[in-house]
């Protein structure tokens, strides 16, 4: 069984750790051995106990910063971070922020780029400094000067917490069309919450789009949601 090792990078609060919980699931149900690795120094937060162990309880090992969710200010990554180059498992990193979350995985662009990466940058159109095609490109080009990493997909994760419908998935269709374009990369796919995809009536409308759609569950949510 061939690993998979996927990068999940974009702007600050599009989403990314949600999907990458999601990503490391499906893949644990399929049956394959996974890593979620949260690189995260910048703000490693979304790897609270709660998501923790219940990854755990699904049989995903979990590599997170030391000393993340505690009241230490300078967290650093840990030895067994470099376990996930030598791992037979399937191996998906969380990365931190723009450019300046990104700067981690400089550290690793060797050991990086040996291997058959999939690389997704994380996008949505309702986050400022991305909400253009060309500020979303942007945003990429500073993240793979600083990671010295090629993303290689985009997954278009464009939602308003829990305010979501499908017309805010839909509206920012074109959108998710246009900033693949910009970055000359594939659409791998449109993440839509499960309970909307759920829904017949919703279920009807995606049918009659020419995207991808990924359902997600919303498992990372602010204190006070």
Same mark, same amino acid.
């Given at each position: 069984? %061939?690993?998979?090792? +996927?990068? $999940? ?9 949600? @999907?990458?919980? %999601? ?10 051995? /996974? ?6 120094? $910048? !703000?490693? +937060? ?24 505690? !009241? /230490? ?6 030895? &067994?971070? %470099? ?7 399937? $191996?998906?990193?969380? $990365? ?16 990086? !780029?040996?291997?058959? @990466?999939?690389?997704? @940058? /994380? ?30 997909? /985009?997954?278009? %994760? ?7 419908? *499908? ?14 374009? &910009?970055? !000359? ?33 919303? @498992?990372?949510?602010?204190? *006070?949601?």
């Amino acid at each position: 069984m %061939n690993r998979k090792f +996927y990068i $999940v990078c974009g702007h600050y609060g599009c989403g990314k750790s949600n @999907y990458s919980i %999601n990503l490391a699931l499906e893949l644990a149900a399929a049956g394959r051995k /996974v890593v979620l690795t949260d690189l995260d120094l $910048v !703000n490693p +937060y979304f790897l609270s106990s709660g998501y923790e162990d219940m990854l755990k309880e699904k049989g995903i090992q979990v590599i997170a910063p030391m000393f993340a969710n505690t !009241n /230490v200010e300078t967290p650093a990554l840990p030895a &067994e971070m %470099n376990l996930v180059f030598e791992t037979d498992a399937d $191996v998906v990193m969380d $990365v931190g922020g723009d450019d300046a979350g990104s700067v981690v995985l400089g550290r690793f662009h060797e050991q990086l !780029n040996s291997l058959d @990466y999939e690389m997704l @940058y /994380v996008i949505n159109h309702y986050r400022n400094l991305t909400m253009e095609p060309s500020e979303a490109a942007e945003v990429l080009r500073e993240i793979e000067a600083a990671s010295r990493c090629k993303a290689t997909a /985009v997954i278009a %994760n464009s939602h308003l917490k829990q305010e979501t419908t *499908w017309e805010t998935v839909k509206k920012a269709i074109p959108y998710a069309v246009e900033t693949a374009k &910009e970055c !000359n990369l594939p659409l791998k796919a449109v993440t839509i919450p499960a309970s909307l995809a759920a829904d017949e009536t919703v279920r009807a409308e995606m049918a009659k789009e020419s995207v991808n759609f990924y359902p997600v569950e919303i @498992y990372v949510k602010a204190p *006070w949601e």
